[in-house]
């Protein structure tokens, strides 16, 4: 069974940091490519950032290039999303998601970043 467990997230002030992580399992993370994505109150689900498995190249969506950064730690099987800079837009329930920014399946459950002065 595919699992993707996130945390880190909480409230925070504009300007400030939190680190995501998504612990995995029930698949071999180290030959899949990984995603964030995120939904903002009242909003769909937006694409954030993306991971190549074969080559580790990164892809972020244009309003967090420069903020963001993902990485992934294959001998924990687990994603990261370090969140720097945050805005009050950012404010959004964030998913880790197994598979590419154009094809990605078995969502977390999600965790809460919440921006707000």
């Known amino acids: 069974e595919v699992q993707l467990v996130e945390s880190g997230g909480g409230s925070v002030q504009p300007g400030g940091s939190l680190r995501l992580s998504c612990a995995t399992s029930?698949?071999?993370?180290?030959?899949?490519?990984m995603t964030w994505v995120r939904q903002a109150p009242g909003k769909g689900l937006e694409w954030v950032s993306s991971?190549?498995?074969?080559?580790?190249?990164?892809f972020y969506t244009d309003s967090v290039k420069g903020r963001f950064t993902i990485s992934r730690d294959n001998a924990r099987n687990t994603l990261y999303l370090q969140l720097n800079s945050l805005k009050t837009e950012d404010t959004a329930i964030y998913y880790c998601?197994?598979?590419?920014?154009?094809?990605?399946?078995?969502r977390g459950q999600g965790t809460q970043v919440t921006v707000s002065s």
């Open positions: 029930g698949f071999t993370f180290s030959i899949n490519s």
């Open positions: 991971i190549n498995w074969s080559d580790g190249r990164t």
């Open positions: 998601a197994r598979g590419s920014r154009t094809s990605w399946s078995d």
